[in-house]
């Protein structure tokens, strides 16, 4: 019987991603497109962090209702990420203050950084993707 | 860490919000419709020149020339070319191109 190929072990490769999401869901396919992604990157076992910046703090929002404007609401799958290993949700303190929201408007729990910590969360990661 | 930025300064707040977020050390480079940031003169150059003092801030040329933009830039911009984008992306671990 001949011997087997098996192939060389080797560990996976596991890098930073981050997501940054700075566009209001419903208006533009940004959100959306982003969400998916994220979902992909998932299962590819990848050190997943999503932060919300600008208009983007306004896809977390609480109790959206999408039935009149015919647009599937996609806001649900945000809790279904820790379903994903994905727990690292970061929000921008100075976003939410401008649009007069605060953490208890939003649907999922999450990280508020200041403007040093996000500036310094982003140069951690070895890729980012806007959107 | 890289920063780049393609909007203008006047149609959309991703210069606000990376500058925001910018911190020492990390570099800034301009490019399409971004360079009209590094204009002189304009309602936003006091934000970019501040800029300058805490990080190396860059413009790509040729898009700068097909604006006609070039003989504006400020001081503390450094203009780059095709070459020079490639190396600052090189150099820097992190790079973010803001949308």
């Known amino acids: 019987m001949s011997e087997q190929q098996v192939p060389a072990p080797s560990g996976p490769t596991v890098k930073k991603f981050m997501f940054v999401n700075r566009k209001a869901p419903y208006g533009t396919i940004y959100a959306l497109e982003s969400l998916e992604v994220v979902l992909i990157t998932a299962t590819f076992d990848q050190d997943v962090s999503l932060v919300f910046i600008d208009d983007g703090v306004y896809e977390l929002v609480k109790g959206q209702q999408t039935k009149g404007i015919g647009i599937k609401n996609f806001s649900p799958s945000y809790r279904a990420l820790e379903g994903y290993d994905i727990e690292k949700l970061y929000v921008d303190q100075a976003s939410l203050d401008q649009r007069g929201l605060t953490e208890a408007d939003l649907l999922v729990p999450v990280e508020v950084l200041d403007d040093r910590q996000m500036g310094e969360l982003m140069a951690q990661q070895d890729v980012i993707l806007s959107f | ?99």
């Open chain 2, 1 to 99: 860490m890289l920063h780049i930025i393609n909007k203008s300064p006047f149609d959309a707040n991703s210069l606000d919000s990376c500058l925001r977020m910018a911190q020492p050390g990390h570099a800034l480079l301009l490019i399409e419709d971004g360079i009209y940031a590094a204009a002189k003169g304009s309602a936003v150059e006091r934000h970019v020149a501040e800029a300058c003092t805490k990080f190396s801030v860059f413009a790509l040329q040729p898009d700068m020339d097909a604006r006609g933009m070039t003989s504006k830039l400020m001081d503390g911009v450094t203009l780059t070319d095709y070459a020079g984008f490639v190396d600052l992306v090189e150099k820097h671990n992190t790079s973010h191109s803001w949308l």
